[in-house]
């Protein structure tokens, strides 16, 4: 079921998500043609600029000590990516020269989806099942003290971390890209949205089916999925739990399925033939 933000029954809605989250792990939300629009016009401008920039130019933009800009999985592997947190006023951040457009649609869809984010925290935070109101945490405030004190200055950059995820072609031919894309796990934040792609690859595990949920089956640009992360889990005290997750290649799935297959109906047929 697909939830849609703009419904006028607050408490439907937050009945809606909540029970979601607790049950699959997982919300599917419906963007309006504006949110849409910013996601796809996001998409092809990273895909422009993992294909078209050079290696150089990438490792170039690259803030190491702070863990923004461009990076790589290490290794053999073929994946990259780009880390934005919205950076304080004269903060330095390593965007991109080319293409033109890509720092000012990025942050765009950086907004659009922290936005998003804060609504569900704060249908979340209608049943107080937390201990303070959720979307505090993803304001980019000075760390108090036990007395309001400001013990440490403000953060350079945003607590929302958007990542941007290139993911080499299921043709990729070296034995690092057959595996898994990632092995399954859970995020760290609070929530994690993320678009459907038009490549499905991202799994679920439903808490309530106790089955992998192949979220993005039935591809949609107006769709994106929202899953629980580590941190909501803790400040809910374990009510939310943290959703485990994982993105296979569907080309390597789908072999190892009619293997599978091949070998139950050998099986089979040896067995018949003892008959």
């Not at 043609?33 to 690259?62: D, R, W, Y």
């Not at 991109?96 to 935070?125: D, R």
């Not at 607590?159 to 890209?177: G, Q």
Request: net charge negative; glycine share 6%; aromatic share 10%.
């Amino acid at each position: 079921m697909e939830i849609d933000l703009t419904e006028t029954d607050i408490n439907n809605l937050a009945s809606n998500v909540r029970n979601s989250l607790l049950e699959k792990g997982y919300v599917v939300i419906k963007v309006d043609s504006g949110v849409a629009e910013i996601i796809e016009k996001a998409n092809k401008l990273c895909l422009q600029f993992f294909e078209q920039t050079s290696p150089l130019e990438k490792h170039m933009l690259s803030f190491r000590t702070e863990e923004v800009g461009f990076t790589t999985f290490g290794g053999n592997s073929k994946r990259e990516g780009f880390v934005v947190q919205l950076p304080a006023p004269g903060v330095p951040f390593p965007w991109p020269y080319e293409p033109e457009e890509f720092e000012p649609v990025v942050v765009s869809y950086f907004t659009a989806m922290q936005e998003i984010g804060k609504q569900i925290l704060e249908l979340i935070s209608l049943e107080n099942s937390a201990e303070a109101p959720l979307t505090q945490f993803l304001d980019n405030q000075p760390y108090r003290g036990e007395n309001g004190e400001e013990a440490f200055p403000t953060p350079p950059y945003s607590n929302s971390v958007l990542f941007i995820r290139h993911y080499p072609s299921p043709e990729a031919t070296d034995e690092t890209n057959k595996k898994d894309y990632t092995h399954s796990h859970t995020d760290s934040g609070m929530l994690t949205l993320k678009p459907f792609s038009n490549i499905s690859g991202l799994q679920i595990f439903n808490h309530k089916e106790r089955v992998w949920d192949k979220v993005e089956e039935d591809y949609a640009p107006n769709k994106i999925i929202v899953f629980v992360g580590e941190e909501l889990c803790f400040r809910t005290k374990g009510k939310y739990r943290a959703s485990v997750h994982n993105v296979r290649e569907k080309k390597r799935e789908e072999e190892n399925e009619e293997k599978e297959e091949k070998e139950e109906k050998e099986e089979k047929e040896e067995k018949e033939e003892k008959e």
